[in-house]
């Protein structure tokens, strides 16, 4: 997959490694059947490795959205290259709107643009049943209060180490490695 020409530090713009991607998208394939003959989207898609994984792996239809138009112009080509079916929207998170089974995101983790992993699972759990998101594992007990009170419950969480390639002026090493889980969360309008 050709990556991101160029990421803005402020949008947090990093790409989730293959492995991990593909790990999640197993397990929500195929251990909680969560994308086979599903509705998902991918929100803060990139350049699509979620949405066009979950594509190949046989969801019913797909919507991917990135406020970066750069980023959905490298996902088109990505996806047109793996032969994914997906609709592509350039647009913040107010452009989605409708029901969705699965709802599978690696947001910003609001570090450089406070809260904004808040704002992007807020959307999720307000549009999805189910929704796999990527959130720093040093926030853990945060975004699991944040989760209870919205009448949420954390199935599972999947813990991985995203090593963070040297990409902007401000990275020192080769690859940094951060901690990150992988929430399952079944929203107030799945099936408890």
Not at 5 to 13: A, K, T, W, Y
Not at 172 to 186: G, L
């Amino acid at each position: 997959m050709r990556p991101h020409p160029s990421p803005r530090i402020q949008l947090e713009q990093y790409t989730t490694p293959a492995a991990i991607a593909a790990d999640i998208l197993f397990l929500a394939a195929f251990v909680y059947q969560d994308i086979v003959g599903k509705t998902v989207v991918d929100l803060g898609t990139g350049t699509g490795r979620l949405a066009i994984g979950a594509s190949n792996l046989g969801a019913r239809q797909i919507t991917a959205i990135d406020i970066d138009s750069a980023a959905i112009e490298v996902a088109r080509e990505n996806a047109e290259t793996a032969r994914a079916n997906i609709d592509w929207m350039v647009g913040d998170l107010e452009a989605i709107h409708g029901e969705f089974d699965t709802v599978i995101m690696n947001p910003p983790f609001g570090t450089k643009q406070r809260h904004l992993d808040k704002v992007f699972l807020g959307k999720a759990i307000q549009i999805g049943r189910v929704v796999y998101s990527l959130h720093k594992s040093t926030t853990r007990e945060h975004i699991s209060r944040f989760l209870r009170r919205h009448g949420c419950k954390v199935d599972a969480i999947h813990e991985y180490t995203l090593e963070i390639p040297m990409m902007f002026e401000h990275h020192r090493k080769r690859k940094h490695p951060v901690k990150v889980d992988c929430y399952r969360v079944e929203t107030r309008g799945s099936s408890q």
